[in-house]
């Protein structure tokens, strides 16, 4: 069968699989390969910190579309389940730039994140960390790439990991106490000699 009929029949898989909400978020197809590819998974609509499904807007509603959308495409990729960390348009500060730019979530590992501009917005699947860039670029523009409207974050709350400078101090100082344990009680043993 050709390539592009698979898509096309998969995109209307997914678009049946997906709750029929007026203006839901879905997968456009011809655009996505994975949320793991270097240009991301391109959606249509809107992406909140809403958990609840009904919205069309929620996070839960894009990861149910794309998780309707694998099945659809009988991908082997493992099924994706966002945990939501801030929505730069209730947490300002987390990025700079307009089209491009740099992001940082101090404290916090983020796996996924959602770049919207626009009607569309991409989520990109990354390697856990607390900084990165953004760009939408992977969103269809005219003639100048969009402005950014806001960026969604999605991940864990890292633990206290001691930075290495950190670790080496701890480690020197243990030494340090330990010898002067060693040399306190190698004194005592010489007066108690003597």
Not at 137 to 156: C, K, Q, W
Request: net charge neutral; glycine share 8%.
């Amino acid at each position: 069968m050709n390539s592009s009929y698979m898509r096309a029949a998969a995109a209307a898989v997914a678009l049946i699989a997906t709750p029929s909400i007026a203006s839901a978020s879905t997968v456009i197809s011809q655009k996505c390969v994975s949320v793991s590819s270097s240009s991301g998974c391109l959606f249509e609509g809107d992406i909140t910190s809403d958990p609840d499904a009904m919205n069309a807007k929620s996070y839960i509603n894009a990861q149910n579309a794309y998780n309707a959308f694998l099945h659809a495409m009988g991908s082997g990729t493992p099924d994706i389940a966002l945990s939501f960390l801030f929505d730069t348009r209730t947490t300002p500060g987390l990025f700079t730039g307009k089209a491009f730019g740099s992001w940082s979530t101090p404290g916090f590992l983020v796996d996924y994140v959602a770049v919207g501009a626009g009607p569309n917005f991409v989520l990109y699947k990354i390697a856990p960390t607390s900084s990165g860039s953004w760009s939408t670029m992977d969103i269809p523009y005219e003639s100048n790439p969009r402005e950014a409207s806001h960026l969604v974050f999605f991940g864990t709350e890292s633990g206290a990991v001691p930075e290495p400078a950190s670790w080496a101090m701890m480690i020197a100082g243990a030494g340090i106490a330990g010898a002067a344990l060693r040399r306190r009680r190698s004194e005592k043993m010489r007066s108690a000699c003597a």
